[in-house]
């Protein structure tokens, strides 16, 4: 167990629709990460929150948007759902505002498939 | 933008023997940090090991160690005595700690120890 917690695991939904994606920190890290990961590729950036505040954009979609609440949990909300969403959005956190020379701590991933 | 090549998309190795896996990266700054992430079947991201580029030695994490050659921008991880419990995506992420807020990672290797 990494310490951050990613739910749900595993989410299945139509086009066109709506979901949500909650992360829960390691305890005591301030910096929230959200990554998109498709089939068969590496990692892209999404977006960045530091103790609340958006701090880094990255190829996030108008269609995605996200938030970072006073107990430091993030919510990735993904809307009007396309067949090329589907993906493993991972989660990731640390204490400094920059990722830092300890690098990240990643959740175990949030399983997306739009059908 | 970062960009960071992973030029192997997979390989294989024999139990108990040596790999190494290549990575370049792409940078004006001169100092940033790299690292090497290790992505099982379970699809859990996990740090291998990380290098800080003002440091000139390479680091060293039990049977994982790099090759840091920073004036040719190439990060190899090698892993001795592979066993199977390294088949696994392998992920370089190159980090400046100055003006981004996000990694970037190489496409991956998908490394496969055969017994």
């Known amino acids: 167990d990494s310490g951050v917690t990613q739910t749900p695991k595993h989410l299945i939904t139509a086009t066109g629709q709506r979901v949500t994606l909650r992360c829960s920190p390691r305890?005591?890290?301030?910096?929230v990460y959200w990554y998109q990961q498709s089939l068969d590729q590496g990692l892209q950036f999404l977006i960045q929150y530091y103790n609340g505040e958006e701090r880094a954009k990255g190829n996030i979609l108008e269609r995605f948007s996200a938030q970072q609440f006073p107990d430091l949990h993030s919510e990735l909300n993904l809307s009007s759902l396309e067949l090329g969403d589907s993906a493993l959005y991972f989660c990731?956190?640390?204490?400094?505002?920059?990722?830092?020379?300890?690098?990240?701590?990643f959740g175990s991933g949030t399983r997306l498939t739009v059908v | 933008a970062q960009t960071v090549t992973q030029s192997q998309p997979e390989m294989s190795v024999q139990e108990a023997e040596t790999v190494t896996l290549s990575c370049t990266y792409d940078?004006?700054?001169?100092?940033?940090?790299l690292f090497w992430y290790k992505q099982p079947p379970s699809r859990q991201m996990i740090l291998v090991i990380r290098?800080?580029?003002?440091?000139?030695q390479n680091a060293t994490e039990n049977r994982f160690s790099v090759n840091f050659q920073k004036a040719a921008k190439s990060f190899s991880l090698k892993i001795s005595d592979s066993q199977l419990g390294d088949t696994a995506m392998y992920f370089c992420?190159?980090?400046?700690?100055?003006?981004?807020?996000?990694?970037?990672f190489g496409t991956g290797t998908s490394l496969t120890v055969i017994p």
């Open positions: 940078t004006s700054e001169n100092n940033y940090y």
């Open positions: 290098q800080e580029a003002y440091k000139q």
């Open positions: 992420a190159f980090m400046n700690p100055k003006a981004s807020n996000q990694f970037y």
């Open positions: 990731a956190s640390s204490v400094l505002i920059f990722g830092g020379k300890e690098g990240y701590t």
């Open positions: 305890s005591g890290d301030l910096s």
